[in-house]
């Protein structure tokens, strides 16, 4: 099976701090993805990696940046919180190609609270 | 409008009745359909995959597709109370990553 692992189920942080939240995937997956979920905006794409070293922006990349450094673990950096990255996190991974292609598994989510 | 379009529901069924829930989207080079259920405070669970036109079934879900009216469906037969969650519609839109609908409320009656 394949194991999404986030490093928080829960986190509180205060407004302008750098927070950091991390994923690691255990099935040498490609692609990596970070979402949030909102009520009535449902999951938007902020950032995806398709490979160590390489990111693109998702619909919503303003106010935070990624890190893939090595193929398993994909960083989300919120360089100064603000209130309205109060959310749920999700990370997510993929293989390329083959009959399964595209199909996503999920972390168990990191929800944030900024004060 | 949106690219992926789902009714928010709440779908309200009996137990052992036929729930059917309905996707549409918006893009026609879409490749690759999913279905998702999600739990209240939990993360989205694949379910279903389906990539060419027609049904797939796995249990008691089948997946629809219908590429040419740009629709997708998902049926869950003799539906359980356990069944009753959010659905979320996904769909390849010129990009690895997925667009999701805004998901369907289901509610299975006991």
């Known amino acids: 099976d394949v194991k999404v692992t986030q490093s928080s189920r829960y986190l509180v942080k205060r407004t302008g701090e750098k927070v950091f939240l991390e994923c690691v995937q255990d099935m040498d997956h490609e692609n990596m993805f970070w979402y949030r979920q909102d009520p009535g905006l449902g999951l938007r794409l902020i950032y995806f990696s398709y490979d160590v070293k390489m990111k693109e922006k998702g619909d919503i990349p303003e106010g935070y940046s990624v890190s893939r450094e090595k193929k398993e673990r994909f960083s989300l950096i919120l360089e100064s919180a603000s209130t309205n990255q109060t959310s749920m996190y999700l990370c997510?991974?993929?293989?390329?190609?083959?009959?399964?292609?595209?199909?996503?598994?999920f972390g168990p989510g990191t929800r944030l609270t900024v004060l | 409008q949106k690219e992926v379009e789902q009714n928010s529901g709440p779908l309200s069924v009996p137990e052992g009745a036929i729930a059917s829930l309905n996707c549409t989207y918006s893009?026609?080079?879409?490749?690759?359909f999913f279905w998702y259920r999600q739990y209240s405070g939990k993360s989205p669970e694949l379910i279903m995959s389906?990539?060419?036109?027609g049904d797939k079934e796995d249990g008691r879900f089948t997946a629809q597709l219908n590429k040419a009216s740009q629709y997708v469906s998902l049926l869950i037969r003799d539906s359980q109370p356990s069944d009753s969650a959010t659905y979320l519609c996904?769909?390849?839109?010129?990009?690895?990553?997925?667009?999701f609908g805004s998901g369907t409320r289901l509610q299975v009656q006991p």
């Open positions: 996904a769909v390849t839109a010129g990009r690895r990553a997925l667009t």
């Open positions: 893009d026609r080079g879409s490749q690759s």
């Open positions: 997510a991974s993929s293989l390329f190609g083959g009959a399964a292609d595209n199909e996503q598994f």
């Open positions: 389906i990539y060419s036109n």
